[in-house]
């Protein structure tokens, strides 16, 4: 209660106003400068490719829209804040709030629980709209950009792979898989011959990828018309390498928030690794704290602006600072996927660490 005891509800809703005001102007800004830089990318994609048509670029740049946008939110957030404090301080209504003994973190209060909002609305709502058409986006840059699609898919059944070799196709089921030596386990596969037709089926407790042939053991053969017979050993030829499994996964980002501990559940059980994954949900929990310590430090360089001036410089600051956070985030989540440390840390590590630095800052300049 002592946090709010010298802030009006009118005052408190007067600077969450002001900074959704910043935030939304930042984010259109940045969201739609990196909407025009993202049509003319695919339109130089398509340059080569004459059954692209402008339509369905502008299509694939709507479908990626919100995906973009979840990116951009801490940064909308930094420089919305920086902007709206700044011109608080200009107005120098913030110079008066304080003199009248209201204490930085009064301030900062609505601005920090109003971040944390729009944190909480983007990966709950905006994270499943967006995940859903960024699977769409994935599907149609597969077919008319990479020219190939994903045939690997992991249910509660199991997994399941497809693959064609030789002019035959086969479907491989099984029930999990040991990641490490890449050894299917309760293998079943379904051969075709070159038209398509239903030729034999392979039963198998176990199946290894060994050099371009999946290596069965104890296989039982099954032949329509004839009896069935048992091989101690059986060599499927394959195109699948143990990387073009595990990238063959459905990204992250193309799973809403609500859906990604099932899969992440699933990939257990089926004896992959769910780091990826696992890092990528984490790193959603951790962005409501993300864009409170956005504000702060937004905060701490505009409160600093208003004692000692120098706006280019500071405002340069909070550009380096963007950097700094990009890069941080980078490692970390390179060491995460890497088992280097864990997924958490992995996720948190940023939004720790700036919060740390805000706080630490505006420790400073209200004890000074």
């Known amino acids: 209660m002592s946090l709010f005891a ?30 025009l830089a993202e049509i003319i ?3 130089r994609k398509a340059s080569s490719r004459p059954e692209v048509s402008f339509q369905l670029v502008l299509q694939m740049a709507a479908l990626k829209f919100p995906h973009t946008l979840e990116k951009i939110v801490p940064f909308a957030v930094l420089f919305g804040g920086m ?13 008066v709030a304080r003199a009248s003994g209201v204490s930085v973190w009064q301030f900062l209060a609505p601005a920090v629980l109003a971040a944390g909002a729009i944190g909480i609305l983007f990966i709950t709502v905006v994270n ?10 994935e599907l149609l840059d597969s ?52 038209k398509n037709t239903f030729s034999r089926r392979l039963d198998a407790p176990e199946a290894k990828l060994s050099q371009g042939t999946w290596k069965l053991r104890n296989v039982l053969v099954t032949t329509p018309g004839q009896p069935s017979a048992r091989k101690a050993t059986y060599d499927l030829p394959t195109n699948w390498t143990a990387t073009k499994i595990k990238n063959s996964f459905s990204p992250p980002e193309t799973l809403s928030f609500w ?44 409160l600093r602006l208003a004692r000692r001036g120098g706006v280019s410089i500071l405002i340069g600051s909070g550009i380096i600072f ?11 989540e390179a060491l995460g996927l890497a088992d280097s440390i864990p997924a958490l840390l992995a996720a948190w590590t940023p939004a720790s660490v700036t919060l740390l630095i805000g706080l630490s800052i505006l420790l400073h300049i209200e004890e000074g």
């Open 6 to 35: 010298r802030l009006s509800p009118t005052l408190s809703g007067y600077i969450a106003k002001r900074f959704l005001g910043g935030f939304l102007l930042f984010l259109g800004a940045l969201g739609g400068v990196i909407f």
């Open 41 to 43: 990318e695919l339109l």
């Open 83 to 95: 902007y709206e404090f700044w011109r608080l301080s200009r107005s120098s209504e913030l110079i």
């Open 128 to 137: 499943p709209v967006g995940s859903t058409m960024l699977l769409r986006y």
């Open 143 to 194: 077919d008319y950009f990479r020219g190939q699609s994903s045939q690997l898919a992991v249910s509660r059944s199991g997994m399941w792979l497809r693959q064609a070799q030789n002019g035959t196709q086969s479907v491989i089921h099984a029930l999990r898989m040991t990641s490490d030596d890449m050894t299917l386990r309760d293998v079943t596969v379904y051969l075709y011959d070159s």
């Open 259 to 302: 859906h990604l501990p099932g899969f992440i559940d699933l990939l257990d059980r089926a004896g992959f690794t769910a780091t990826r994954h696992r890092v990528y949900w984490y790193s959603l929990l951790a962005v409501p704290v993300m864009l409170g310590a956005m504000v702060l430090i937004a905060a701490s360089f505009s």
């Open 322 to 332: 963007s950097f700094f956070i990009l890069f941080l985030s980078d490692v970390v």
